[in-house]
């Protein structure tokens, strides 16, 4: 067995080149009293000569180690923060399967286990996972490195009133038993193993796609999601044939710490994006574009993860653009761009990380997990396909997917393939050096424009100038224009103004989650506090755990001066928060040091 190497991989303590494994058989059993999960992880190895395997494990109970059926020795090595401990176990040459019984403890970071009270239907308790970048060492025993995948299967026993689904083939009702069995035949990467259970249904929406979700959820999410089968086409019309087979979508408890997670075959969401008007589903175009970026073609280290998040929203907005249009899909990219701006104004001190390539040696991954990687490699792909045209990017952009399916590249193989396939054979030049291992926006960046977004700033301009607004102009605007709007009120807007802006189109009030997040933050910001819109926020921060809107409010609150309203609110929320988020947030505010 020969794997591709890379440079030292930061964030495990695998050394594949001397062991590594190749298959995973799990068998646990849920436990929603002790809120501990126990069993075996059986793993099939490949094997260099080498007398020891090591794995990761962070936070995990090991019981007792099997070498080919006989018991054998182990040793955990010294605790780091970030990444764990070393478990390295004892094999001989001919070893070919390793059994481990181990059991999770209070610790686990990957693992949120809710109360009947934290879910929608407020009838039975909930569990998910949440891999990436580094945790599912918290709830496996595993080698947990971006560059060493394995398929899986698993037996996994729950209570009897709970669906348990995966990161694989999935059943589609609960068994009466509660005993689930899970395939996943293509090799995929640690982080994207993934297991969500609870009181859960499912509905299709075409005979490869469908979503699950508590009762009370159900139908509005299926109506919310009904275009999935269509962005799916439009996908494999860019890039290729899915290679997945199905592709569905969990919609999980408000705690759950991101936007959507794109464990195989089953997107992992949030119900914040059940607008009730389809019109935060690019989240699923986004989740969906990683099938290609990132689960086929994966970062091979946590430095390159731009390769992953990067492509995907380049992806994402083209799905967008083809079912949508191209109005739809600038709307998008510009709020990136500004999200992006903000970002480098907020990295200006660490200007290294603002690269697209990161060095992130003895930091956690999370540090690399901003906007940059998104939004910069957006730009970037952007830039380059206005420069080569869309005919040539999408034909190199299908067969990079194509070469490296299955597999894992870094920054430097993609930068060769580029050159060789892109640039090189059309005698383009190109400032990719630049764009990847420079600070900041090269000047050479796309423009972006969007007709709608100019009117919205006419009409804010003209109501700064004159506190007057047309309904008529406003009437048939989306949440991305409103979005666009309450972002870029001018930075000494008169409370008399947020009232009367609040009053005539009742942001307070909104339903939909993103104009609420960015209503809230301008709030906050602007000491405005009409229509009871503190209670809406500590009501929001208390319900919600996605980790880019609560960070984005306590960090409104920090900058705003009102350290001390935000560590009240924090102290009653935390609880609800998945450990993702609570890290973040922890960090923020300097909460328990
Ligand atoms: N893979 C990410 C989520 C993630 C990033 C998990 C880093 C752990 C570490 C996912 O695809 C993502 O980017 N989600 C975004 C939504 C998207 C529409 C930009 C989110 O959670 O907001
Ligand atoms: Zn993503």
Redesign the pocket.
């Known amino acids: 067995m020969t794997l591709k190497t890379y440079e030292e991989e930061l964030h495990s303590f695998a050394q594949p080149n001397k062991a590594v494994i190749t298959h995973l058989d799990l068998n646990i059993d849920v436990n929603f009293d002790t809120h501990i999960i126990s069993g075996t992880a059986t793993y099939n190895i490949a094997n260099n000569g080498a007398s020891e395997i090591i794995l990761d494990s962070k936070y995990l109970d090991i019981e007792a180690i099997t070498a080919d059926g006989k018991k054998t020795t182990f040793t955990l090595g010294s605790f780091d923060e970030n990444l764990g401990q070393p478990l390295a176990i004892s094999i001989k040459e001919t070893t070919q399967k390793i059994a481990i019984k181990y059991r999770t403890t209070a610790k686990t970071e990957a693992l949120q286990w809710l109360n009947a009270q934290q879910t929608a239907d407020k009838t039975n308790p909930f569990l998910f996972t949440?891999g990436?970048?580094i945790l599912t060492r918290t709830w496996i025993p595993i080698q947990d490195s971006p560059q060493i995948r394995i398929t899986y299967n698993a037996t996994v026993k729950v209570p009897k009133n709970l669906m348990a689904v995966m990161s694989a083939q999935n059943p589609q009702e609960k068994t009466a038993d509660g005993m689930y069995h899970f395939k996943m035949a293509q090799p995929i990467p640690a982080y994207l193993i993934a297991l969500a259970i609870g009181d859960i249904e499912y509905k299709a929406i075409s005979s490869r796609t469908g979503v699950y979700a508590e009762k009370s959820m159900i139908d509005k999410v299926q109506a919310e999601f009904s275009d999935m089968e269509k962005m799916v086409v439009a996908a494999e019309n860019l890039y290729g044939a899915y290679s997945w087979e199905q592709f569905d979508v969990i919609v999980l408890p408000p705690s759950f710490p991101?936007?959507?997670?794109?464990n195989p075959r089953l997107t992992f969401a949030t119900p914040t994006v059940i607008a009730g008007d389809k019109s935060l589903t690019?989240?699923v175009a986004?989740?969906l574009a990683?099938s290609w970026s990132?689960n086929l073609v994966t970062n091979a280290t946590w430095n390159d993860f731009w390769l992953?998040?990067g492509f995907?929203?380049y992806f994402?907005i083209r799905i967008m653009e083809a079912l949508y249009g191209k109005e739809r899909a600038n709307m998008l990219a510009l709020i990136g761009r500004q999200d992006l701006d903000e970002e480098l104004e907020s990295l200006k001190e660490t200007p290294n990380d603002t690269k697209l390539k990161l060095d992130l040696k003895g930091r956690s991954?999370?540090d690399g997990?901003n906007s940059i990687a998104?939004d910069k490699g957006y730009l970037f792909l952007r830039t380059l396909e206005e420069k080569v045209g869309r005919e040539k990017m999408d034909a190199f952009l299908k067969s990079y997917f194509k070469k490296n399916a299955f597999s894992t590249t870094n920054t430097e193989d993609f930068i060769t393939y580029l050159n060789t396939n892109l640039l090189e054979k059309n005698s383009i030049t190109f400032n990719t050096d630049e764009w990847i291992y420079q600070p900041g926006v090269p000047s050479n960046a796309a423009i972006i424009q969007s007709n709608a977004f100019s009117t919205v700033e006419k009409t804010l301009q003209s109501f700064v100038d004159t506190n007057g607004i047309d309904t008529n102009i406003t009437k048939q605007w989306t949440p991305q224009e409103w979005v666009h709007f309450i972002r870029n009120f001018q930075e000494d807007i008169k409370i008399e103004q947020l009232q009367q802006l609040d009053d005539t189109f009742n942001f307070t009030g909104s339903t939909n989650s993103y104009i609420s997040m960015v209503w809230y933050e301008q709030s906050i910001l602007n000491n405005y506090h009409g229509n009871q819109v503190d209670s809406k926020i500590s009501e929001f921060l208390n319900t919600v755990g996605?980790?880019?809107y609560v960070t984005t409010l306590f960090k409104a609150f920090k900058r705003a001066d009102r350290l001390n309203e935000a560590l009240l609110i924090y102290k009653k929320a935390r609880p609800n928060y998945h450990a993702?988020t609570a890290n973040t947030i922890d960090g923020l505010l300097g909460f328990g040091v």
């Not at 991101?258 to 794109?262: D, K, L």
């Open positions: 949440q990436q970048a991101f936007g959507g997670m794109e690019s989240l986004h989740e990683h990132g992953n998040e995907t929203v994402e991954p999370d997990m998104y996605r980790r880019w993702v």
